[in-house]
């Protein structure tokens, strides 16, 4: 589970920009695949070893005539909610002004760690550009520049001293947590009640009823497991009501702290934009997961409508190439059970360990079949691969020239892993190496 910073403040005073900017400080992996989108107010980052999720909020004005004032300041307040660290930032140039003195008075009441972030300094020498700020009473401005990535390194170890002690955030129990997301009405508590055989959350037809992450847990043919219900997931610009705009926060650190995730989608409605947003986070999280297509009693069939299904959601979804399908009915209960024989097998595959002699002659093999390209008059080669962790299975290959091993190439050397190896359910990482011993 990762630590929460929320970036806040008054208007105009670039709170997006230091969010582009702490955000682009760790540099995804970006893959050649349609379907992963980035568009969010949240992000992931890391800074010294320590990762954090990174929320981006609305300009704080305290008009109370305003419906929009009111709903930013409700978001900015559920973001402070959810933050373990708050980031305020102020405007270098304009000094303190009523709204930064009142933004101040509400980070006190929240008893929240907060690191003051002078923005849009222009000469770090000059202390009275933000020397002003210590009347807000809230510490020891940094001096930074957003646009430019002034002094972000500052502001970064004072964030990260106030997080808590790594393994504090990390659970123990031999419990499969299952973390059930997505659109909101798609049946997410639907499940969680058919899975439990009571009414422990409520079921309702209105979207956004489930606000928290609610953690339940239960055993079944003596394996037991913790369930996650989340607030459903929707599109940013069809958010009208705010509580549920913050509720993505949450169902994020469910993923964060899953061991397999059920991605929930609606077979009425097929597969949407936002689901590709939600799968895409599961993905790029490297977490076990299963596509659950619900409502399917809903559904018209013939003999083919599965196929059809399958085709769709695997055009659509091409990055969860390596997810199962399953069909069911919360409301029917229609194979639900064999829902958690999967996130057991699943579980499995995401855990999986590889001999590394087997791992090897299934590499050399594909390179036989396929073998890499020359690159600059000197042929590229793979000599050595070893795998470096579970959850997800990770695997080191070292190549005489790294930097020129195409990332087609190592999704051939992926799929020649699943095929041998299965890892169904479960992301693979690969990482490339310089091998020095023998570079000839």
Known sequence: MKPVVAIV??????????????????KAIVEDIPGVTR????????????????????GIRFNEGDIFAREIKLQAELAIEEADVIILVLDSR?????????????????????????????????????????????GDPIPVSAMHGYNTNELLDAVIS????????????????????????????????????????????????????IDTPFQYKGQNYLLIDTAGMRRKSRIKETTERYSVIRALKAIERADVVLIMLDATEGVA???????????????????????????????QTMNRF??????????????????????????????????????????????????????????MLNPLPGGGGKRIKILYSTQVRVAPPTFVFFSNKPEM???????????????NFGFEGTPIRLLLRQNTEHDN
Do not use: C
């Open 310 to 367: 399958d085709k769709d959601i695997r055009e659509e979804l091409k990055f969860l190439s390596y997810s199962p399908i399953m069909y069911v009915s919360a409301l029917t209960k229609k194979r639900i059970f064999q829902v958690l024989e999967i996130v057991n097998f699943v579980a499995e595959q995401h855990h999986r360990r590889v001999n590394t002699a087997e791992l090897n002659q299934v590499i050399n093999e594909a390179m």
């Open 405 to 419: 091993v195409h990332f087609s190439y190592l999704r051939y050397l992926e799929n020649a892993l699943r095929k």
């Open 162 to 213: 106030y997080f808590k002690p790594a393994r504090e955030y990390e659970e123990e129990g031999d419990a499969i947590k299952i973390a059930i997301v997505g659109r909101p009405n798609v049946g997410k508590s639907s499940l969680v009640n058919a899975l439990l055989g009571e009414e422990r959350v409520i079921v309702s037809d209105v979207p956004g009823t489930t606000r928290d992450a």
């Open 39 to 58: 568009d969010r107010l949240y992000d992931s980052s890391d800074w010294n070893g320590r990762d954090f999720i990174i929320i981006d909020t609305g």
């Open 94 to 138: 304009e000094g303190i002004t009523a709204e930064d003195e009142q933004v101040a008075n509400l980070l006190r009441k929240s008893n929240k760690p907060v690191v003051l972030a002078a923005n849009k300094v222009e000469e770090f020498k000059k202390q009275l550009d933000y020397y002003e700020f210590y009347k807000l009473g809230l």
């Open 273 to 303: 934009e936002q689901d590709k947003k939600i799968a895409g986070y599961v993905h790029e999280q490297s977490r076990a997961n299963i596509i659950v297509v619900n409502k399917w009693d809903l559904v018209e069939k013939d003999g």
């Open 9 to 26: 403040g008054r208007p105009n005073v670039g709170k997006s920009t230091l969010f582009n900017r702490l955000a682009g400080a760790r």
